[in-house]
């Protein structure tokens, strides 16, 4: 079993104020925070975004 990682928008205060947590595989979760990065908050998605958040993927905690 893979570790699972989180990451948690709270931890990164945006003027909207988004309060989103996802948890699971690393691919499953940098997937899922880049698309919300890109439709949520207006950034673009390209590999330096993707790396960017894969830095800020934590240990989900058991």
């Known amino acids: 079993m893979s570790d ?3 990451i948690d928008c ?8 988004c ?3 996802v948890e699971g595989t690393e691919e499953e979760v940098l997937d899922a ?3 919300h990065a890109v ?3 207006g950034h673009t998605e ?3 975004l993707r790396e960017q ?3 800020l993927l934590k240990d989900a905690e058991k």
């Open 4 to 6: 699972r990682k989180a």
């Open 10 to 17: 709270r931890d990164h205060p945006s003027d909207k104020g």
């Open 19 to 21: 309060t989103l947590r």
């Open 33 to 35: 925070a880049v698309s």
């Open 39 to 41: 439709t949520s908050h």
């Open 46 to 48: 390209n590999p330096e």
């Open 53 to 55: 958040i894969r830095g």
